[in-house]
């Protein structure tokens, strides 16, 4: 490298850090603002219980929708302001309150939708008598509710439980529920025998030797210029206010949620451009080294079986410290918002196509490029120059600090460690890319399982 160049690259690389500094300043301040994901999914399994109670038998309908759902429900709706309640909730509200003057105030407001006029009305009759409406129940079909609002007021105005549950719709519900519920428990079971074992074959010696580990031919400052020059800067701040402005002009014709999937997929395929340029960049020349085993990513898809085996194990052995990083952060400091704006894309459509673009995109392109950059190039880089463990630490930070969420900071950088520990054990690269993307994925068939 040239004396010229040395000065102008450590100009580029200390403004880029500053750059990524005030970038993820701002971006943390700003997930406080942004609204979590967590109050709706509540609502939604609160709502999903109610309908799938008539399907569980005991014990296993307390265990998996409490003694009382209805009233579970309520208390989840009560927590929602007044004001920021949608049509729909403050129905559902009015049908299991038991608090007359409650009742008056939320169906004070005017309502939009028909269907919801119609219960509305119904209501106000029965509180006006004194007694349960005598509503048509095929006039309460014909408006087409959706399945817990149609179970909650044909109760509610007098009918029978064989006339207002839906068994079919029960049953599904009831068979969602337990899967998305039953998950994520099995999963931190098996991850903690996982653990202990691991921890067992450490104490006594029997752990297997640290593959070797075969850094590209880059710096630290390399590191900089990728991450935060290319990464953070370009990536996340120059190219989407290009592109951003520039999809909605060519996807204006198209109907959300399909423009919304779009505008995800575009958005971070150009969020990549800048760091494999980058990347690329930096490795001119690099065919004339000598290619180590495995090449110099340590890619290494083959064993397929063996790489599946250990993107499953670490998956399970860092679920149960997810979950325990999420519950201590939720017990001390509450929700903090900030939630990917994807969970809510995902909860929100309904759409097949849409549905696959967010999958391709957070199940298939993010796990590749993510684990490429922080596992595959930035923690060998870090491990040559301060250690293992500073590498997988300071890696998991970045990769952390990168989703600019201070709600899932703690769970991400978590996540990170293992991904990182994953790679430093396996010796390659394919395992961790496997773990990210089934994390990515239980997550996205979780939300569905609520969601749909």
Known sequence: MSKAKFPLKVIMAVLSLLLTVLVWQKGLE???????????????????????????????QEVFVGADPEFNLLETLKGIPLNEMKERERIMLALLESSEERKNILLEKHFDNQQFDLIKQSLSNSLKRDELSKLNFAELKRINL????????????????????NQEVSF?????????????????????????????????????PWPPLFPLPLSILDMILLVAGGFVVIGEVLFPAIIVPLSDLFLSQIQSPLKDSL??????????????????SQLRGIHLLEIPLGGWIQWRLNPVAGGAFQALRGWLMVMPLVLLTGWIMNLFFGDQGGSNPLLDLVLSSHDFLSLALLFITTVVFAPLFEELVFRGVLLPVLVEKIGRFGGVFLSALVFALAHLSVGELPPLFVLGVGLGLLRLTSGRLFPCALMHSIWNGVTFSSLLLVGL
């Open 172 to 208: 599904n519900r009831a068979i969602r529920l337990v899967v998305s519920q039953s998950l994520p428990f099995l999963a931190s079971v098996f991850g903690i025998i996982f653990l202990i074992k691991k921890l067992w074959d450490l104490l006594v010696g029997e752990d297997n």
């Open 263 to 280: 505008k995800v997929l575009i958005g971070y395929g150009s969020m990549t451009i800048a760091p494999l340029f980058i990347l690329r």
């Open 146 to 165: 959706d399945p817990l609002l149609y179970q909650l007021s044909c109760l509610k105005l007098g009918g029978f439980a064989e006339q207002c549950i």
């Open 30 to 60: 700003d997930s406080f603002d942004r609204p979590s994901v967590t109050p709706r999914i509540t609502l939604m399994q609160r709502e999903m219980a109610v309908l799938a109670s008539s399907s569980l038998r005991e014990p296993i």
